[in-house]
């Protein structure tokens, strides 16, 4: 695509977003939620055919994919081909964004590296965004801890009602995404999509968003009122 895009001047702004793969990840929180990100890229509105005013408004966005292991191994997904990683732990370059879509089984150990890296990588980080059940599997790191959140409905009473549900956190259960600070937080699968547009309304303008709303078709869904509360109703979270 590069090849077929004219040359940004040297004052576009560059944002680096890692997108941290685990085990059996959902595609969908992955493909969703990054693909309507990059819609508001240098790239896209170059290939939009945005106006001079619109490209100056958008940054050049730069995507570095990992393992939950830190290694170039191919990461299977629910479905799809296998992802292969751009970057390792050791060699990921400074990262303004971290995005995690959510695993099959967000109980399972993360490795001792993942922590590390997540844990390091945290405090300099201009956002951390979760998808589904990304958020269930981060709250392994701590850096949740009492921080507001979403996950996915269903696994969250699943795991509320089997007693393996991480209570550090403060999980939200009637709204489809959360921002607490600089960690945003997405329910279940498509909701990962709602927040991020969510993230594109509060970074660009009202025509910005517009445009890539308009290109990909896309009414975003607000936090609330969220049809898929009643999973959670009666069930304690905290």
Not at 44 to 67: C, D, E, G, N
Not at 150 to 158: D, E, F, H, I
Request: negative net charge; glycine residues 6%.
């Amino acid at each position: 695509m590069s090849s077929t895009i004219e040359t940004p001047s040297p004052e576009v702004p560059v944002l680096n977003f890692g997108v941290l793969l685990l085990p059996d990840y959902q595609w969908l929180d992955a493909a969703g939620s990054v693909d309507y990100l990059n819609q508001h890229s240098y790239a896209m509105f170059k290939l939009f055919r945005a106006p001079p005013h619109l490209l100056a408004q958008v940054p050049i966005m730069k995507w570095h994919y990992l393992s939950s292991t830190g290694d170039l191994e191919d990461v299977p997904a629910s479905s799809g081909p296998p992802s292969r990683p751009t970057t390792t732990f050791a060699e990921c370059p400074e990262l303004d964004y971290l995005v995690v879509p959510g695993p099959a089984d967000p109980t399972a150990p993360l490795s001792e590296e993942c922590i590390q890296f997540v844990q390091e990588r945290f405090p300099k980080l201009k956002g951390f965004l979760t998808i589904c059940t990304g958020s269930l599997a981060m709250a392994q790191t701590g850096v949740l801890d009492g921080v507001q959140a979403a996950g996915n409905k269903y696994v969250l009473r699943m795991l509320a009602t089997s007693g393996l549900l991480n209570r550090k956190v403060k999980w939200v259960g009637d709204r489809r995404f959360v921002v607490d600070g600089k960690v945003w937080t997405s329910a279940g699968v498509t909701a990962g999509i709602d927040l991020a547009a969510e993230w594109a309304r509060v970074q660009f303008s009202e025509e910005v968003v517009k445009l890539a709303q308009d290109v990909s078709e896309y009414v975003p869904n607000p936090a609330k009122p969220d049809p898929f509360a009643r999973l959670l109703e009666g069930i304690k979270l905290d």
